[in-house]
């Protein structure tokens, strides 16, 4: 693994040189965010309101299922992969072309034969440039970090033979014009959601205006999204919002704030209800667990706090390093944590276990105070228990016992070789 990692930090190098800046810019609008908030009020508020989420959360659930199906989406509880796969063929059924918006829960999901022999296409910007670049994105807020305009240039000409200026206004001009005639002719439009209320409604945040269309133009919309995400009012689910705009972007608020209560109906035509006006004619929230009630139920529920804003990995020095590759289905020390539960105690281990310095950075940089520190503190305990640390840990851990110290007995001088790693 040392060599691995040697040899990615070397190819990600000049990658980590251009996030920085962005980073940085990051922070001076967070900071200009939080001089009109009392930080240390809305951590405490988000985290007090997503602690009492979890306590009462199957009742939250039943209640949230039982409201949102009064309002008429159409609610299918999942455990896994297997389970989201078999309710959007159903849902999908002949349809060939699908709308998708930005989802990061898609990211632990493997849906390639839900999606097999479909066009799928993502309308996030970010997201679509990584698409058409085959590459993965590297964050879950700005998955496209790392292409330059040049580069983006490049990608466009190659995949669709499309000639534009490297000029950000031009990128964004030329994909809005492709986005918008594939969202006009899909029937199946497929998105997340950021907060799920237990009064009935679903609220989706957004800054380019992609997943407005794709939740109404099409004739389905389907959600997917975890139960964690469950608050008990629209009112909880504003604070939410609230600390996802603040700490994910910087903004003091998102550009759009969906609140999806049902599909589209109207009683202009002498009040007699008709489902399906200008909006999808029918929603779908498929609202799975995948390990989460695993999670729930142990020392790391914590972890469920997450509102997936990603300031996290902004300050993190690891993901600065290796972006992506630190992680799993979810990059840095979250990723490391849910590959416990979904993939194991090994996957845990590849995914950087080992790799976290314990700064505390992402602690310092959560909205909801979650320690992520600690977290991956108790996944390496369990990895050294099994029998599962690091060549060079196990090394330390034996001189320690022996000789009081991880260097073991000095008689030479120490070479660089010999440091250990906790």
């Given amino acids: 693994m040392k060599v691995n990692l040697e040899k990615a930090v070397e190819e990600r190098k000049k990658v980590g040189e251009k996030l920085l800046p962005i980073f940085y810019s990051y922070r001076e609008k967070r ?39 009064k309002n008429g989406i159409i ?13 959007l063929k159903k849902i999908i059924g002949s349809e060939k072309l699908i709308v998708k918006s930005k989802s990061n829960t898609f990211n632990e999901l493997d849906l390639a034969e839900a999606f097999k022999g479909k066009e799928v296409v993502e309308t996030d910007l970010g997201d679509f440039l990584v ?26 000409k190659k995949s669709l033979g499309a000639e534009v200026r490297p000029d950000s206004k031009e990128i964004v001009d030329f994909v809005r014009g492709c986005l918008r005639e594939k969202i006009r002719g899909a029937k199946i439009g497929i998105t997340g959601a950021n907060v799920i209320t237990a009064d009935g409604s679903i609220v989706i945040i957004e800054n380019e205006g992609n997943i407005s269309l794709v939740s109404r133009l099409p004739d389905k919309h389907i959600i997917v999204s975890s139960f ?37 109906k109207t009683a202009d035509i002498q009040n007699e209800l008709v489902t399906g006006a200008q909006g999808a004619k029918e929603v779908y929230l498929i609202l799975i667990d995948n390990c989460r009630s695993k999670i729930l139920d142990s020392d790391y529920k914590e972890l469920l706090h997450c509102i997936n804003c990603g300031a996290c990995l902004n300050f993190c020095p690891v993901y600065h390093q290796i972006q992506n590759l630190y992680g799993s289905s979810y990059s ?7 590959a416990r539960f979904q993939e194991g105690l090994k996957k845990a281990k590849e995914a950087g276990a ?52 991880s260097m073991g007995e000095a008689k030479d001088a120490i070479s660089a070789d010999d440091w250990q790693c906790c």
């Fill in 75 to 87: 609610v299918i509880e999942a455990k896994n992969s297997v389970e989201v796969t078999k309710a």
């Fill in 354 to 405: 080992f790799y976290c310095t314990g700064c505390g950075a992402c602690k310092e940089n959560c909205p909801a105070g979650i320690d992520l520190p600690e977290l991956v503190r108790k996944v390496r305990e369990e990895l050294s228990k099994a029998g599962l640390a690091p060549e060079g840990t196990k090394k330390a851990m034996k001189n320690i016992k022996e000789f009081g110290n």
């Fill in 332 to 338: 840095g020390p979250k990723g490391v944590v849910f």
């Fill in 31 to 69: 900071k200009a965010s939080l001089k009109k908030i009392d930080r240390e009020e809305m951590i405490k508020s988000l985290r007090e309101l997503k602690e009492n989420c979890l306590k009462n959360m199957e009742k939250l659930k039943k209640s949230a299922i039982k409201s949102l199906e």
């Fill in 228 to 264: 964690d995400k469950i608050v008990p009012t629209l009112e909880d689910a504003l604070k939410v919002v609230k600390c996802a705009a603040v700490y994910g972007s910087g903004q003091g608020y998102p550009v759009y704030v969906s609140i999806i209560s049902g599909p589209s």
């Fill in 131 to 156: 698409q058409i670049a085959q590459i993965e994105g590297i964050h879950p807020v700005f998955p496209a970090l790392e292409l330059t305009p040049e580069k983006i240039a490049e990608v466009l």
